[in-house]
């Protein structure tokens, strides 16, 4: 999701709208998870990540005392204290790489829990904990998903919350994991950062490799972050924030080539810096944009992490392009054309191939999907979002009022004549209406207003991409499978059921908040919060949950019986105390005739 101020948030919404010694050993706490820490040495704790049933990355980084290049040994373990090796080896790193380190350490056994940790000369790094996937026929997975951690934006107490747990598989991070905006109160989401101590490094915009590595090592410093990693392995994809915001394959809103160069340079910059700090298996050496990828729980779920955003998405429509300048008229049908263009692609072609392959050899009773941008329809009223004179522009306090209005009309007229009383202004006001309400039905501008057409309130989502979104629900359905689909992005938290084009249920659609950036409350902060989500999910009738204000983080809870989304949210993450609660758990069942959220 972009910063947006007011005209942004028009603009997105509707056109696409963040020290101890040396060879120190940290202690484990009961559970295995180091504590976070810096070293001379190890710099930025450990993390692990990709995990198989053999095998699993392991990462650290170490920098050298002196000289170019550090030799280090690396080693596995069943147990806490290290003393049944299982697995070893040694490895180096220099500069080349930013002093990172990632290890296949393979010859592991499926569904069991390890221990790591790094050594060189006397240094030894924390230790961290990890898992290999399970095999055979598992009862229960549980998945913390996460997105949109901006660091300027306020502490990362979300994953210090998921860190806590001992319930947990894996992580799943979604994308947004930093942000590439430059330092400076008038910054996306950096007006608290001073305050906060959180003022992004390096101070400029991100674009050379040596400013992603900054940038990597600055989030990586938060002991919050390092608790989580050292505590469970990560699953990671990108989204746009990892390059520029609103990317897509040939370039990002915010990139400018004639003054920030070439973007497939940027982007391979910011790439390698991924690939350095995230403990990421690379899928092809040759072509870092392929990072789709598969994990298999046994015979419970497989899990497909999917590019949204770099390798095949063609770039955004935009509602502002199709909008006369001198007229104001809205030309309806370019763009409907436009929309409906069958090569237009999100996921792009070579990926949709890899996915429906993916999908048809998985027997996994549930099918997920983890990521980018929101799959579920969300269109709301024109009006709403587009300052044209057609469509005139209200606020969704107003729109309330309006619709009220309509609805009390509406509903007196229909009890009026069943009762054989004519409708007619002195009964409806008789019957309850206010003045202000009959005011407001005899207005042509608010009749325009509540007949105006609803529209796809982001088009940087798959709603704008909706022929390439039918292509996917099309592979679902034909293949018969249990679709989950997991999003971020948006700062704020969703649950949708997912239907076709012709109102087929396909599957639902569990979308996590943001760990740290802000959502809807920061562009829209004279509406209630909880008008604003009852507000929606009465406009977007496949909407079942929506929190537009509190940051967190979701657990998907997956057994052969059920998946269910817990939605775990913070207080704040502006001051150092907060409170967590569990704000809502929607759950879904599998099965053709169900793949909906059961609505209680
Ligand atoms: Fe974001």
């Known amino acids: 999701m972009p910063p947006i101020d007011r005209r942004n948030f028009i603009r997105h919404i509707i056109a696409g709208s963040g020290a101890l010694a040396s060879g120190l050993l940290t202690a484990c706490n009961n559970d295995g998870a180091a504590n976070a820490s810096t070293s001379n040495t190890f710099t930025h704790g450990v993390a692990s990540g990709d995990p198989l049933t053999d095998r699993v990355i392991l990462w650290t ?21 290290f003393s049944n090796i299982v697995s ?10 930013d002093y990172t380190i990632k290890v296949d350490a393979t010859g592991l056994q499926a569904g069991s ?38 660091y300027p ?53 991100l674009l050379k490799i040596e400013d992603y590595r900054q940038r990597y090592a600055q989030y990586r410093s938060d002991k919050d972050l390092q608790a989580l990693h050292a505590r469970l392995p990560f699953i990671c994809i990108w989204d746009d924030h990892e390059v520029a915001n609103d990317a897509w394959k040939d370039g990002a809103e915010n990139h400018t080539t004639a003054t920030e160069g070439d973007f497939t340079l940027r982007r391979a910059a910011a790439l390698k810096a991924w690939y350095e700090w995230l403990p990421v298996r690379e899928q092809d050496a040759s072509n870092p944009l392929k990072a789709y990828r598969s994990f298999d729980f046994g015979s419970l779920l497989s899990l497909h992490m ?89 606020s969704f306090a107003q729109y309330g009022v309006i619709a009220t209005a309509f609805i009390t009309y509406q509903t007196l007229s229909t009890q009026l004549t069943a009762a054989g009383t004519p409708v007619t202004p002195e009964n409806l006001l008789a019957a309850g209406m206010t003045t202000d309400q009959l005011t407001i039905v005899n207005d042509p501008t608010s009749q325009a207003i509540i007949n105006a057409p609803s529209i796809p309130y982001n088009l940087d989502a798959w709603d704008g991409y909706a022929v390439a979104r039918e292509t996917v629900y ?127």
């Open 61 to 81: 980084r170490a920098v050298p005392a002196s000289g170019s290049s550090l030799n280090v040994n690396w080693e596995v373990a069943s147990d806490e204290a």
């Open 88 to 97: 070893k080896g040694e490895t180096s790193t220099d500069a080349a790489r």
């Open 113 to 150: 829990t390890y221990f790591y940790r790094f050594k060189t000369g006397d240094a030894v790094s924390p230790s961290g904990k990890t898992r290999t996937l399970p095999t055979g026929d598992i009862s229960e997975v549980k998945l913390a998903v996460f997105s949109c951690a901006n």
């Open 153 to 205: 934006a306020g502490y990362f107490h979300v994953y210090a919350e998921a860190a806590k747990r001992n319930d947990l598989f894996a992580a799943l991070h979604l994308g947004d994991y930093i942000y590439e905006y430059g330092a400076g109160a008038d910054q996306y989401a950096s007006a608290d950062a001073t305050k906060l101590g959180r003022v992004s490094v390096p101070a400029n915009e």
């Open 306 to 394: 999917l590019d949204t955003r770099l390798g095949g998405r063609d770039k955004q429509l935009d509602y502002v392009d199709y909008i006369d300048p001198s007229t104001g008229v809205f030309n309806t049908a370019g763009f409907t054309a436009a929309m409906s263009d069958p090569t237009r692609q999100l996921l792009g072609a070579e990926q949709t191939a890899w996915l429906q392959g993916q999908l048809a050899a998985s027997t996994a009773i549930w099918q997920v999907l983890g990521q980018q941008v929101l799959m579920g329809k969300m269109h709301l009223p024109s009006p709403l979002l587009t300052p044209t004179p057609q469509n005139p522009t209200v």
């Open 474 to 600: 099309g592979i679902a359905r034909l293949l018969d499978k249990n679709l989950l689909v997991l999003s971020g992005d948006t700062h704020n938290a969703w649950a949708n059921d997912l239907q076709d084009q012709d109102g087929n249920q396909v599957g639902v659609e569990f979308a996590t908040g943001s760990v740290s950036s802000p959502g809807l409350e920061e562009y829209l902060p004279g509406t209630s919060p909880a008008e604003l989500a009852a507000g929606v999910r009465q406009l977007i009738p496949t909407l079942a949950y929506a929190d537009t204000s509190k940051r967190g983080y979701l657990v998907l809870r997956v057994t052969p019986a059920e998946a269910q989304a817990d939605w775990h949210l913070v207080s704040t993450v502006k001051e150092t105390v907060y409170t967590t609660v569990l704000d809502k758990s929607l759950t879904t069942l599998p099965g053709a005739g169900n793949r909906k959220i059961v609505r209680t």
